[in-house]
């Protein structure tokens, strides 16, 4: 709108201003103001009153609108202006006002400082709205003096500046609240390092950094007290895990030594390098600058290293935690927890030539015993040197007191490989000691999906690698996996079964070869499952030995076999007795004998009815102790039968020192006994018999011919098919009363 002459006249001519600010010409920096008036005289004089004038150190620069539509644009244009000297009534009576709100309610500028000028004072807006648009200042041209126009102008901008000052602190502050949020979720140091360094950059203006510290404790290998790159940012080469002499400039590393030796900031025009400590973790930040950082910037930089030092220390105790849980205390190695987890990464690989291994090494307890723990644990360092040399690429664990796993290329992870290492002795102290291990391998093709299904599998391999007889390595099959889940799931049917009594104890008649009559039966086991559906002995037996359920089913055999005597005697079939097999897991219990002693005594039965009988195999593992154990057994009067004679491996020395009431002709040696040439072992086994004073039982008797001809040698007793096969206990009972009454 157009203005008064007298209005132009004191707006022009009266200066009543004092000389405060002093126009400098050295000053760069301004502060942007938009004029926005319909008359171009009032942009002109404007200028001119502000001409030379000087705020808080910086000039003012101007931009001029003709309109409120044009004032809306090049505020959207200038994100930095700071004020608005803005006319009410332009192209309609509100466009000031018009204005006003769009750069509040539409830009959402709360910063910039507006001031109100009309030469109509009948359209001054309402009291309201200069409080709830947060108008700076209204006033009317006719009063608006020089002195009053750089008064209101300088109150402006200085408002404009403290809410500036204001809104960067709280940026700031926000940042560094969002940044260590972020930083709480890393866990290693050098992750932590990084993510450092990222915040920071956002915080201030710089081109590079690096997060500096000793490398102790953080750089494997690192056993001095030097400075290394932890972490780096907007650096072209990497120099993590480097010694901090890697960095090209030397000043740079002076700087960041300086710093980190004397524990204080240092401020350069280009660069400067931050101190910070807690908890006896200490660390250096040197930032590389395009500008000199603001008295804001340092100090919003100071809450951050406040923030980020007690993280750090945060971050070396959670590291120290995780070796922990995650490190092998000796050898420094992953440890099976991390195993499974570099096996986690090991399945998501998609390289197919990836190999999982476990190195179980043989018979170190023995080393452990024999030469001390101390030489044991330098053993198994060597034995991790020599493994991880194979490969900087390969991934080695100890994940058991004398078992390692690796994980490699099949190139270095293969049984001639593996095998290979233990061709020569180990140099452990002044000992040089030669190992031979065992292997579990399975190729990424085999793998299952998850690190502990992998884990499984080769431990699957490594048990069967242990059991072979061949070669000390398999490679791991689903096939293998499928027989293991297998006999898991007899094992628990057979516990269960076991415990609902679905086992019974079926007998086998032995008859003498002299008067025809039944002498006695052998106690054998069958198993009839909820579905009806018997299970072979030759299944269930080893399933039995393997897991130990061996012993509970072996007391209870004797315990029922005590109770057929006793219904043998109430009988009257007192010279019938009652044989029962007993396992090599039986005779290691080392209460075994007093525990068969205690069931015959508590049923009261004549313990020379109870026959034990045992295989040569049972003589293979610590002998005297088996002997001296049915020595007191037959110091009780049990009766003691050897089983499979001549089928085993025992020494007859041994033969002569067991307390043995009969000898067993193995079904094997009788199969043929009639053919030509057929009896010559038979014949020994009766005759050594006869020797020793033994009764001489033959199984597996099938047809009359081979009766005939174990007669013709000179056998005691028989058993087999051909008189009956096995069968429960009134079965048993019947037979008896059709033989021998």
Same mark, same amino acid.
């Given at each position: ?222 056993? =001095? #007290? ?7 940012? /907007? $650096?072209?080469?990497?120099?993590? *895990? %480097?010694? !901090?002499? +890697? ?112 190195? =179980? #090494? ?7 015993? /024999? $030469?001390?723990?101390?030489?044991? *644990? %330098?053993? !198994?360092? +060597? ?359």
């Amino acid at each position: 709108m157009q203005v008064f002459d007298n209005t132009n006249d004191d707006f022009l001519f009266i200066d009543d201003s004092d000389e405060d600010e002093i126009f400098d010409s050295a000053i760069r920096d301004t502060w942007k103001v938009l004029i926005v008036d319909d008359d171009p005289e009032i942009h002109s004089v404007t200028k001119l009153a502000l001409s030379d004038l000087v705020v808080l150190g910086r000039h003012l620069q101007y931009l001029h609108a003709y309109s409120g539509h044009d004032a809306c644009k090049l505020i959207e244009e200038h994100e930095d202006i700071v004020l608005v000297l803005l006319d009410v009534v332009m192209e309609s009576d509100d466009a000031g006002l018009v204005v006003v709100k769009h750069i509040r309610e539409v830009l959402k500028r709360d910063d910039i400082r507006i001031v109100l000028r009309t030469g109509q004072p009948g359209y001054a807006p309402e009291e309201s709205v200069i409080k709830d648009y947060d108008i700076n200042d209204y006033k009317t041209k006719t009063e608006l003096t020089r002195r009053k126009l750089v008064t209101t102008v300088y109150a402006a901008v200085r408002s404009y500046q403290q809410i500036d000052s204001v809104t960067q602190y709280r940026n700031g502050l926000e940042k560094i609240i969002g940044a260590a949020a972020k930083l709480l979720e890393l866990r290693t140091i050098h992750d932590y390092a990084s993510g450092v360094l990222a915040e920071l950059i956002t915080l201030v203006d710089g081109s590079s950094a690096v997060f500096c510290a000793r490398g102790q404790g953080i750089v494997e290998g690192a056993d =001095d #007290l030097s400075l290394y790159v932890i972490g780096q940012a /907007g $650096l072209v080469e990497a120099k993590i *895990n %480097q010694k !901090l002499a +890697a960095l090209e400039n030397q000043d740079t590393a002076s700087q960041i030594n300086s710093c980190f030796q004397q524990k204080q900031h240092f401020f350069a025009v280009d660069s400067t390098s931050f101190y910070f400590a807690s908890g006896g973790f200490r660390a250096v930040i040197h930032l590389e600058l395009t500008q000199a950082l603001t008295s804001i910037e340092i100090q919003h930089i100071e809450v951050f290293l406040a923030n980020i030092a007690t993280g750090y220390e945060n971050v070396h105790l959670f590291q120290k935690l995780r070796n922990a849980a995650y490190k092998d205390w000796l050898t420094e190695l992953p440890n099976r927890l991390d195993f499974v987890n570099l096996l986690d990464d090991f399945c998501q690989s998609v390289d197919d030539k990836l190999v999982t291994a476990l190195v =179980d #090494l043989n018979h170190f307890s023995d080393t452990n015993d /024999g $030469l001390g723990q101390d030489i044991g *644990n %330098q053993l !198994l360092m +060597a034995v991790s040197r020599r493994i991880q040399a194979l490969s900087p690429n390969n991934h080695v664990a100890r994940i058991g007191a004398d078992v390692f796993g690796i994980i490699g290329a099949k190139k270095w992870v293969n049984p001639e490989i593996l095998t290979a290492l233990f061709s020569e002795p180990f140099i452990v102290g002044e000992q040089n000691l030669l190992i031979s291990a065992c292997f579990g391998f399975c190729s990424k093709g085999s793998a299952g999906s998850r690190g502990v299904k992998v884990l499984n599998q080769i431990n699957i391999a490594l048990n069967l690698a242990k059991k072979s007889s061949h070669e000390p390595y398999v490679y791991y099959h689903q096939e293998m996996e499928d027989k293991t889940l297998w006999r898991l799931s007899m094992i628990r049917q057979l516990r269960t079964d076991f415990a609902e009594h679905r086992l019974e104890l079926w007998y086998q008649p032995q008859l003498s070869l002299i008067t025809g009559k039944i002498m006695g039966a052998e106690a054998l086991l069958r198993w009839k499952t909820a579905e009806g559906k018997f299970i072979s002995p030759a299944v269930f037996i080893p399933l039995a030995e393997y897991s130990g359920l061996i012993i509970e089913i072996g007391n209870w055999v004797v315990d029922q076999a005590c109770q057929l005597l006793n219904r043998l005697a109430a009988s009257k079939f007192t010279e019938v007795s009652v044989s029962v097999n007993v396992s090599i897991p039986q005779f290691k219990r080392d209460n075994f004998v007093d525990t068969i002693i205690e069931i015959t005594k508590s049923h009261k039965v004549d313990p020379s009815k109870l026959e034990l009988e045992i295989t040569e195999n049972v003589l293979m593992d610590e002998p005297q102790v088996i002997i001296d154990a049915l020595v007191r057994l037959k110091a009780q009067g049990i009766s003691i039968a050897l089983d499979d004679f001549g089928t085993g491996f025992s020494s007859l020395s041994y033969l002569q020192k067991l307390p043995l009431d009969r000898l067993k002709v193995d079904r094997s040696f009788v199969s043929a006994i009639a053919e030509p040439g057929g009896a010559i072992i038979a014949d020994t086994i009766i005759n050594l018999g006869k020797q020793m004073n033994l009764k001489v039982i033959a199984e597996g008797i099938e047809n009359s011919e081979q009766e005939s001809e174990l007669r013709a040698l000179g056998c005691d007793e028989v058993q087999g098919f051909y008189y009956a096969k096995p069968m429960p206990a009134d079965e048993f009972f019947t037979c008896l009363e059709r033989i021998n009454r």
